[in-house]
């Protein structure tokens, strides 16, 4: 009776683990933020209303969210696959399945093959081909492109930049179908705000885990040396970039004044962390710059969805 009974608290403990093993794999909270970002694409497409008690609406949140989800983690996986033996070298990374010896990379193929078809099947059976294509050439691109070049050439982050910002521009067309032409522009749009936020955002994080990267190989800064000014001001041209695009919207009658004046508060405040950042070139500044991107994007779209021109 004891034995049966330590058997079944092993297979709970084991089944548990696998659980949070899966859960690491996935990234929830990066690929949480990714996701939200096409839901706002979806609900700023035109002809899309939202109404809390909608419940049609919510069906289609819903189900774009865990296509999404679904597929950002099949490409989180792949990532995590290819960089195994990498990840044993960083402090952040070498408790996760592979560098830990909790999962063998078959396992985890077959997990990252599921999620990521799976989720690029469900969203063009539900929305569109166009949307599924979409998702499944973002999961190719981040997975075979951006991660082996990580240990190549800076370049890296230019290339993940594009898989980076397809999400909110997958969301709008899953909801109009269209991936070139005028109706497609809106995506487009909402494609060059989150692609041209990405690289203060990767540098300040490259610079502020530079030592762990660099034990790696992993190279993102756009110089070999850390204290060089030229990473602040690289942020400062990416990030000022953003204060114009505010008012694209705003012109394209997709969202109001306000939704403009928000956006394009945000994108002083991210372009004045990076001129601090130029100007101290230390990692207190650079953390401020990281921080200041948490906060940019989530509340950029957030100002757009809220102020949306409803045609």
Not at 8 to 24: C, E, L, P, S
Not at 37 to 45: K, P, R, T
Not at 111 to 140: E, K, P, R, V, W
Request: hydrophobic residues 50%.
């Amino acid at each position: 009776m004891l034995q049966e009974q330590s058997i079944k608290g092993k297979w709970h403990i084991t089944a548990m683990g696998r659980v949070k093993d899966y859960n690491q794999l996935l990234k929830p909270n990066l690929s949480g933020m990714v996701v939200f970002s096409s839901v706002i694409g979806y609900l700023m497409a035109p002809g899309i209303r939202f109404a809390w008690g909608d419940m049609d609406i919510w069906r289609q949140i819903i189900t774009l969210f865990i296509g999404g989800m679904m597929v950002t983690g099949g490409a989180n996986t792949i990532n995590q696959i290819l960089e195994r033996e990498s990840d044993k070298l960083m402090n952040r990374t070498k408790s996760r399945p592979m560098p830990d010896g909790r999962m063998e990379s078959v396992e985890a193929w077959i997990f990252a093959l599921i999620t990521g078809l799976g989720g690029a099947a469900l969203l063009a059976y539900y929305f569109n081909m166009q949307a599924g294509m979409l998702s499944f050439f973002s999961l190719l691109l981040y997975a075979f492109a951006y991660t082996p070049m990580k240990k190549v050439h800076p370049v890296a982050v230019l290339i993940g930049a594009i898989p980076g910002a397809l999400p909110p521009l997958i969301g709008w067309v899953a909801a109009t179908g269209a991936v070139t032409g005028i109706s497609s522009f809106g995506g487009w749009v909402l494609f060059l705000f989150q692609f041209f936020w990405q690289f203060p955002h990767f540098w300040a994080i490259a610079y502020v885990a530079f030592d762990d990267y660099n034990r790696a190989g992993i190279r993102m800064l756009p110089t070999r040396e850390k204290e060089s000014r030229f990473t602040g001001l690289q942020c400062m041209f990416y990030s000022i970039v953003l204060i114009p695009l505010a008012t694209v919207p705003r012109f394209m009658h997709l969202t109001g004044n306000m939704g403009m004046y928000v956006c394009l508060m945000a994108g002083a405040l991210y372009f004045a962390a990076s001129i601090n950042f130029f100007r101290k070139n230390d990692h207190k500044s650079a953390r401020q710059v990281m921080f200041a991107s948490f906060i940019y994007l989530p509340v950029t779209l957030l100002a757009l969805i809220c102020d949306k021109v409803i045609s």
